[in-house]
C-alpha cells in the first residue's frame, strides 16, 4: 500500500508561485509513475502533469505548460509541482497520485493511489 501525503498549497496571489510537494511512503518512489490533478468546485478532477519513474519524460496539461513544472527526488521519496505565473483559475483541491502502469499516463483512472490533496487558491 502507498500512501501520499501533499503539503505546500495555500492562498496566492495573482502572479506568484507556490511549490507542492508529496511525499510517499509503503513503496520505493522509483517503481512508480507520479501525478497531480486538481479539481475546482463543481467541475471534475483534471490531470495537471505526470512524470516517469525515472524522470526522464514528462507531461504537462496545455493550461499549465510553461507555467508549471514537475519533478521527483527518487532518493527523498518525494514529488514536487512548482507552479508560476498563478491565475485564479488555477484555484482549485490539487492531488498527488501514483500509478503503476507501464506507461506514462494522463487519465486519472489508470492511478492506484492518491493523497487527500491540498488547496491551492489565488487571489486575483
Known amino acids: 500500500q502507498v500512501q501520499l501525503v501533499e503539503s505546500g498549497g495555500g492562498l496566492v496571489q495573482a502572479g506568484g508561485s507556490a511549490r507542492l510537494s508529496c511525499a510517499a511512503s509503503?513503496?520505493?518512489?522509483?517503481?512508480?509513475?507520479m501525478g497531480w490533478f486538481r479539481q475546482a468546485p463543481g467541475k471534475e478532477r483534471e490531470f495537471v502533469a505526470s512524470?516517469?519513474?525515472?524522470?526522464?519524460?514528462?507531461y504537462y496539461a496545455d493550461s499549465v505548460k510553461g507555467r508549471f513544472t514537475i519533478s521527483r527526488d527518487n532518493a527523498k521519496n518525494t514529488v514536487y509541482l512548482q507552479m508560476n505565473s498563478l491565475k485564479p483559475e488555477d484555484t482549485a483541491v490539487y492531488y498527488c497520485?501514483?500509478?503503476?502502469?507501464?506507461?506514462?499516463?494522463?487519465?486519472?483512472?489508470?492511478?492506484?493511489?492518491w493523497g487527500q490533496g491540498t488547496q491551492v487558491t489565488v487571489s486575483s
Open positions: 497520485a501514483a500509478s503503476t502502469a507501464w506507461s506514462l499516463q494522463r487519465n486519472y483512472n489508470e492511478y492506484d493511489y
Open positions: 509503503g513503496r520505493t518512489l522509483s517503481t512508480l509513475i
Open positions: 512524470i516517469s519513474r525515472s524522470g526522464g519524460t514528462i
